[in-house]
């Protein structure tokens, strides 16, 4: 569209997580930088290791999983076809 071609690719994170407490669960939604921390390794990494090594990529989201975050959260009310609904992002 804009006439510039581009070798290389990067990949970026948009991660959906459901995070729970004593109060009960939530769905979030993170980008890039704080998907990286969560997992502790970049998007690129985390695509080579789905094509190649299912268990390493299986491993990468177990390491991440019931361990204890400090989140801060937005939430913001999205409206489509007349429903409300409020989506949390980290």
Excluded: M
């Excluded at 459901?18 to 939530?26: E, F, K, R, S």
């Excluded at 769905?27 to 998007?43: G, I, M, P, T, Y």
């Excluded at 390493?56 to 999983?65: G, H, I, M, R, S």
């Amino acid at each position: 569209r804009c006439g510039v071609a581009f070798n290389n690719k990067s990949l970026r994170y948009i991660l959906t997580l459901a995070a729970a407490d004593h109060t009960g669960n939530i769905w979030l939604q993170c980008f890039n930088d704080v998907a990286e921390k969560l997992l502790q390794r970049s998007a690129d990494e985390v695509s080579t290791l789905r094509e190649g090594n299912v268990p390493a990529f299986e491993a990468v989201f177990a390491e991440a999983t019931f361990r204890q975050y400090k989140f801060k959260i937005k939430a913001a009310t999205e409206t489509y076809q007349d429903e409300s609904r409020v989506r949390y992002n980290i």
